[in-house]
Structure formats: structure tokens, C-alpha cells
């Protein structure tokens, strides 16, 4: 079945590194987009970056650019959120999105999420 597992997440210190990954599982990862978004406390899912489904293009939200990178692996099914620099601000839940078209229905598929905590 269609299957995206995130890992990588943790406590970290501000100003420390994490790297996230997102294994998929099921379906033609290397055929769909990847998003990766996240959501703090009480607030709303915000999209923190994305790749098209060759790697070939990113975008980043604003809070992140510069300190964040998305890739992507196609051999290994596997999209990857490089974080540096990381502030309190960036603590949140992590989730991995990967979207698609299939047989001409758009496709939605995301992970469980990844806690991620920055704080000293």
C-alpha cells in the first residue's frame, strides 16, 4: 500500500542541524511532486518547501530560505529537508507530502509527521 514514512526528527539546540527523510512506498515517487509542511502548536500547517518530481525545482518558504534545502533521491524513493541554523520558531510537527497524477486522478499522499523540538 501507498506508504510515506518521515524519520530524522528530535531535540536539538538552537543554531544545531537536523536532516529529515521521507520514504515512499507504493506508488511512482519519482513521477509525483514533494512538499514538505509543518505545524507548531496552535497554529496552522504551514508549507515549509517543495520539489518537483525531477528535483529540478524548489521553493521555500520565506522563515526558511537560506537555512533549509529539499532534495531528493529517486533511486532510493526517498525525499530528504536539510535544516540548519535551527531557531525556537522552527519547533513543529513535520509532515511529508507527495502529490501526483495517476490515470488522470490527482493523487495526495502524506506521512505521519516527525516531531521536531528546538530548544536549549
Known amino acids: 500500500q501507498v506508504q510515506l514514512v518521515e524519520s530524522g526528527g528530535g531535540l536539538v539546540q538552537p543554531g544545531g542541524s537536523l536532516r529529515l527523510s521521507c520514504a515512499a512506498s507504493?506508488?511512482?515517487?519519482?513521477?509525483?511532486?514533494m512538499r514538505w509542511y509543518r505545524q507548531a502548536p496552535g497554529k496552522a500547517r504551514e508549507l515549509v518547501a517543495g520539489?518537483?518530481?525531477?528535483?529540478?525545482?524548489?521553493n521555500y518558504a520565506d522563515s526558511v530560505k537560506g537555512r533549509f534545502t529539499i532534495s531528493r533521491d529517486n533511486a532510493k524513493n526517498t525525499g530528504y529537508l536539510e535544516m540548519n541554523r535551527l531557531q525556537p520558531d522552527d519547533t513543529a510537527v513535520y509532515y511529508c507530502?507527495?502529490?501526483?497524477?495517476?490515470?488522470?486522478?490527482?493523487?495526495?499522499?502524506w506521512g505521519q509527521g516527525t516531531q521536531v523540538t528546538v530548544s536549549s
Open positions: 507530502n507527495s502529490y501526483g497524477v495517476i490515470m488522470l486522478y490527482f493523487k495526495d499522499y
Open positions: 507504493g506508488f511512482n515517487f519519482s513521477s509525483f511532486s
Open positions: 520539489i518537483n518530481s525531477n528535483g529540478g525545482n524548489t
